[in-house]
């Protein structure tokens, strides 16, 4: 089990805060490290199949905290919501609401161990066997490999541990008293908070990013794949393809045919939806638990 939260909050010269968090343990090695480069791995859809906190829910279901029936109805609710809204500032602001529903009241202790369960259960199968063969060329290099994800860092902490990576950048909820508050430390790890946070990181630990690289299936990641020297696009929308492309950027396609279209739909969809049934499962798991 991932140990006790260790979360390195930064924030830079124009106010931008994030933090990341080192897995508690790192393999043996007689590899000389190599100080000055790192790569950074998006999570969802790029080093595992769907999304985390996709997968996340679905253990959190298995484990009654909210039935199937509130799982499909939220999701719907959110289905709607995403299909008629486009990601402007108003969205942001719901879904930063979202993620402060997501946490409050929870034990951080509680959050990092039902992860560590449902990683083995549910995340660990679909871990994209070529990205994670990436990820190892860079530990093989004395580098230092990051996962940065907008699911909370505690989750992506528990999956880097359990990848044997260096750490994780994401969300960071403030903790009182060993229990999340429901207000986060900065904003949630999206789009340009994602480029910031790997320059802070990179600030801080005396890296060169000319001599770093970065990988992701999303558009989305632009900023963080442009702030490095190497940019490596996994599995990747049509958006990034053309990207790519454009710019001479490496791909990797881990998916084959008919599987990556199928695989496209839960991933995509299905992981924003669900991080709004987490949010409401969980209330409604609460407030049965008072009333009962």
């Given at each position: 089990?991932?140990?006790?939260?260790?979360?390195?909050?930064?924030t830079d010269a124009h106010g931008h805060?994030?933090?990341?968090?080192?897995?508690?343990?790192?393999?043996?090695?007689?590899?000389?490290?190599?100080?000055?480069?790192?790569?950074?791995?998006?999570?969802?859809?790029?080093?595992?199949?769907?999304?985390?906190?996709?997968?996340?829910?679905?253990?959190?279901?298995?484990?009654?905290?909210?039935?199937?029936?509130?799982?499909?109805?939220?999701?719907?609710?959110?289905?709607?919501?995403?299909?008629?809204?486009?990601?402007?500032?108003?969205?942001?602001?719901?879904?930063?609401?979202?993620?402060?529903?997501?946490?409050?009241?929870?034990?951080?202790?509680?959050?990092?161990?039902?992860?560590?369960?449902?990683?083995?259960?549910?995340?660990?199968?679909?871990?994209?066997?070529?990205?994670?063969?990436?990820?190892?060329?860079?530990?093989?290099?004395?580098?230092?490999?990051?996962?940065?994800?907008?699911?909370?860092?505690?989750?992506?902490?528990?999956?880097?541990?359990?990848?044997?990576?260096?750490?994780?950048?994401?969300?960071?909820?403030?903790?009182?008293?060993?229990?999340?508050?429901?207000?986060?430390?900065?904003?949630?790890?999206?789009?340009?908070?994602?480029?910031?946070?790997?320059?802070?990181?990179?600030?801080?630990?005396?890296?060169?990013?000319?001599?770093?690289?970065?990988?992701?299936?999303?558009?989305?990641?632009?900023?963080?794949?442009?702030?490095?020297?190497?940019?490596?696009?996994?599995?990747?929308?049509?958006?990034?393809?053309?990207?790519?492309?454009?710019?001479?950027?490496?791909?990797?396609?881990?998916?084959?045919?008919?599987?990556?279209?199928?695989?496209?739909?839960?991933?995509?969809?299905?992981?924003?939806?669900?991080?709004?049934?987490?949010?409401?499962g969980l209330a409604l798991h609460r407030?049965?638990?008072?009333?009962?």
């Amino acid at each position: 089990m991932v140990g006790t939260r260790k979360v390195t909050v930064s924030t830079d010269a124009h106010g931008h805060t994030t933090g990341w968090s080192e897995a508690p343990s790192a393999p043996a090695t007689t590899i000389p490290p190599d100080p000055t480069a790192a790569a950074f791995f998006d999570v969802d859809n790029t080093m595992m199949q769907g999304a985390s906190i996709y997968w996340f829910a679905r253990g959190l279901a298995a484990r009654k905290y909210f039935t199937t029936g509130d799982l499909a109805r939220f999701a719907w609710q959110q289905a709607r919501f995403r299909l008629l809204a486009t990601e402007h500032a108003g969205d942001m602001s719901q879904a930063k609401e979202a993620a402060l529903a997501f946490v409050q009241g929870w034990r951080v202790d509680d959050i990092e161990r039902l992860a560590d369960e449902i990683f083995d259960e549910l995340m660990a199968p679909r871990i994209w066997a070529g990205t994670r063969r990436l990820a190892q060329r860079h530990l093989d290099a004395g580098e230092r490999v990051w996962l940065v994800s907008a699911a909370p860092v505690e989750i992506g902490r528990v999956i880097a541990a359990r990848l044997g990576l260096t750490g994780a950048i994401g969300t960071v909820a403030e903790v009182v008293d060993g229990a999340y508050t429901g207000r986060l430390v900065g904003d949630l790890m999206h789009g340009p908070a994602k480029a910031e946070a790997v320059t802070q990181l990179a600030a801080v630990e005396g890296l060169d990013l000319a001599r770093c690289a970065a990988y992701s299936d999303s558009a989305n990641d632009l900023p963080m794949l442009s702030a490095v020297g190497r940019a490596v696009a996994v599995n990747p929308d049509p958006a990034l393809l053309r990207q790519a492309r454009e710019r001479g950027w490496d791909v990797r396609d881990f998916r084959t045919g008919r599987r990556a279209v199928r695989i496209a739909v839960p991933s995509t969809a299905a992981a924003g939806l669900l991080a709004g049934a987490v949010t409401a499962g969980l209330a409604l798991h609460r407030r049965r638990h008072r009333e009962a």
